[in-house]
């Protein structure tokens, strides 16, 4: 049964990646994970990988998130487009582990086009109904801008493989979803091909949300979550057993509603995101200037990896000062 499970997140993961790797607000570390899993996401389309490939690159990546904080190796501003090198690194792992590899150039091409000001991600549809065509430059990538992007990529791997002791193992809960539903009998004819197709959706959507749903349970409880909220949606409407069937698939009644309310709060969460961090969706993807300025906006900075107010001392620039301050009094 271990290939059926997850390693799941500690008590202690959890509350590092909110306390010691409190660099940022929570609401800008939400926003920089929906950003980075959108573009995983989107780059697995473009690379024509499965979405099996695709959703085991974005638990990998949270776990990565787990361990290393998300201003680490993340959000470089280097001019002329801002990479994202993780979520390219974790990509091109994945995919080279399994029966659909990736060639580097073409992971750097695709990673190089959704950054730019020619993709449609992340970016306010244009008004005008006769858009202009992109300029092709916007996303041209140099070979020596390519070496440096393979460069950065191939030593990211190496680094995501050693944080997580070269375990890579996800198990992924579409598979089992489709055979909980056969057991409940909804397969097998074209009208009840709709629930199982929402069922999925809400599996991938769950990738995206900054709760960790993939990191903090196992894959037989998120298939179930996703049975029971597409069954309840109203275009749905689907008929489910009246007894707790929920618990012949090992899962409680306390988890199976934790889970649903996290999947379902998604859409919520990225409308408050909009309205709380400027230009969120719609001025590209999430960058570290963009950061920068949120918080610049919000009156706070970001120094040394930790985020202090305005007119505030980090604590390494405050023993610096004891120190100096010592030395002078020691040459006195």
Same mark, same amino acid.
């Given at each position: 049964? *271990?290939?059926?499970?997850?390693?799941?997140?500690?008590?202690?993961?959890?509350?590092?990646?909110?306390?010691?790797?409190?660099?940022?607000?929570?609401?800008?570390?939400?926003?920089?994970?929906?950003?980075?899993?959108?573009?995983?996401?989107?780059?697995?389309?473009?690379?024509?990988?499965? =979405?099996?490939?695709?959703? =085991?690159?974005?638990?990998?990546? *949270?776990?990565?998130?787990?361990?290393?904080?998300?201003?680490?190796?993340?959000?470089?501003?280097?001019?002329?487009?801002?990479?994202?090198?993780?979520?390219?690194?974790?990509?091109?792992?994945?995919?080279?582990?399994?029966?659909?590899?990736?060639?580097?150039?073409?992971?750097?091409?695709?990673?190089?086009?959704?950054?730019?000001?020619?993709?449609?991600?992340?970016?306010?549809?244009?008004?005008?109904?006769?858009?202009?065509?992109?300029?092709?430059?916007?996303?041209?990538?140099?070979?020596?801008?390519?070496?440096?992007?393979?460069?950065? #990529?191939?030593?990211?791997?190496?680094?995501? +493989?050693?944080?997580?002791?070269?375990?890579?193992?996800?198990?992924?809960?579409? &598979?089992?979803?489709?055979?909980? +539903?056969?057991?409940?009998?909804?397969? &097998?004819?074209?009208?009840?091909?709709? #629930?199982?197709?929402?069922?999925?959706?809400?599996?991938?959507?769950?990738?995206?949300?900054?709760?960790?749903?993939?990191?903090?349970?196992?894959?037989?409880?998120?298939?179930?979550?996703? #049975?029971?909220?597409?069954?309840?949606?109203?275009?749905?409407?689907?008929?489910?057993?009246?007894?707790?069937?929920?618990?012949?698939?090992?899962?409680?009644?306390?988890?199976?509603?934790?889970?649903?309310?996290?999947?379902?709060?998604?859409?919520?969460?990225?409308?408050? +995101? =909009?309205?709380?961090?400027?230009?969120?969706?719609?001025?590209?993807?999430?960058?570290?200037?963009?950061?920068?300025?949120?918080?610049?906006?919000?009156?706070?900075? #970001?120094?040394? &990896?930790?985020?202090? &107010?305005?007119?505030?001392?980090?604590?390494?620039?405050?023993?610096?000062?004891? +120190?100096?301050?010592?030395?002078?009094?020691?040459?006195?």
């Amino acid at each position: 049964m *271990a290939h059926m499970t997850n390693p799941l997140a500690t008590v202690d993961q959890l509350y590092r990646r909110t306390s010691s790797f409190g660099a940022l607000p929570s609401d800008l570390q939400d926003a920089i994970f929906f950003a980075t899993q959108s573009l995983t996401q989107a780059a697995g389309l473009l690379l024509r990988l499965p =979405q099996s490939v695709t959703a =085991q690159a974005s638990v990998v990546l *949270a776990r990565y998130w787990l361990e290393d904080p998300l201003l680490a190796n993340e959000f470089s501003a280097s001019p002329p487009i801002p990479h994202l090198d993780v979520s390219a690194a974790s990509l091109f792992l994945v995919a080279k582990l399994g029966a659909h590899p990736c060639r580097p150039r073409d992971v750097c091409n695709v990673y190089t086009y959704l950054l730019s000001s020619a993709s449609p991600l992340f970016r306010a549809q244009p008004v005008s109904p006769f858009p202009r065509d992109p300029d092709p430059f916007t996303y041209y990538l140099s070979e020596s801008a390519y070496t440096t992007f393979q460069t950065r #990529i191939l030593r990211l791997e190496a680094h995501i +493989l050693y944080t997580l002791s070269f375990d890579t193992h996800v198990a992924l809960p579409h &598979g089992l979803a489709v055979t909980y +539903l056969q057991a409940l009998d909804f397969c &097998g004819d074209a009208s009840r091909a709709k #629930i199982t197709r929402r069922v999925v959706a809400y599996l991938n959507t769950a990738l995206l949300s900054p709760q960790m749903l993939y990191l903090t349970h196992q894959p037989n409880a998120l298939a179930v979550a996703a #049975i029971y909220s597409a069954a309840r949606d109203p275009e749905i409407a689907a008929k489910m057993p009246e007894c707790p069937w929920w618990e012949v698939f090992d899962v409680d009644r306390e988890e199976l509603g934790f889970l649903v309310v996290g999947m379902r709060s998604l859409e919520g969460l990225v409308r408050k +995101l =909009q309205e709380d961090f400027e230009g969120f969706t719609k001025n590209g993807m999430v960058t570290r200037s963009h950061v920068e300025e949120e918080m610049a906006r919000r009156g706070l900075k #970001i120094k040394n &990896g930790t985020s202090v &107010g305005v007119g505030e001392v980090d604590e390494e620039e405050a023993m610096m000062r004891r +120190l100096d301050e010592r030395a002078e009094r020691m040459e006195e």
